[in-house]
């Protein structure tokens, strides 16, 4: 498992090759974060400390810890030497991506022990009638209290365009 102690140490090493200090960037772990596995905020009208959150799924897979690690290093790095301009996930993002050595996509492959645990943990599954397609969710949202409150036909399938649905809720065992 790993630490926040070896991230910091990882971007100490990342800032004496750039020549960067990211030491006033706050790093956080969030066990909520199940759909992103790490995000770099900016704060808004000065407000705050810039922040990189990491998913906790991520701390238990060696090689999506280290990719999604870099991942948001190379955000901040980007910010850091671009002040001002807004990149993303454009061609500087990407460059910087290779030269802190992570894979230069803008998602993490669904692979992996955090995919599996996002599927283990849902507790919703929503399943198309058309075409049988599931969408698995953690928490009750927009999706789910739509089809709980009988108001589902508003919901598209991706796959197939059709809007009849199943809701199936996991009980947990106590």
């Given amino acids: 498992m790993h630490t926040l102690e070896e991230v910091r140490a990882e971007y100490d090493r990342l800032d004496r090759l750039l020549g960067i200090d990211t030491g ?11 759909r992103q596995l790490g995000s770099f905020r900016v704060p808004t009208r000065g407000a705050g400390r810039m922040r990189i959150t990491l998913s906790a799924l991520i701390f238990a897979d060696d090689a999506q810890f280290w990719d999604t690690v870099r ?15 807004k990149h993303g996930h454009d061609r500087v993002w990407k460059q910087m991506c290779r030269i802190v050595g992570c894979d230069p996509k803008r998602l993490a492959p669904e692979q992996g022990r955090a995919a599996e645990l996002r599927r ?6 929503v399943r198309c009638d058309g075409c049988g397609a599931e969408s698995r969710y953690i928490r009750r949202g927009k999706a789910v209290e739509l089809l709980l409150r009988g108001r589902g036909r508003s919901l598209r399938c991706k796959a197939c365009g ?6 199936l809720v996991r009980r947990e065992d106590k």
């Fill in 24 to 34: 006033m960037i706050e790093l956080r772990v969030s066990k909520r974060a199940v």
């Fill in 71 to 85: 991942h948001e290093y190379a955000h901040a790095a980007v910010h850091l030497l671009h002040p001002g301009e």
């Fill in 120 to 125: 283990e943990r849902a507790k919703y599954i």
């Fill in 162 to 167: 059709g809007n009849r649905f199943t809701l």
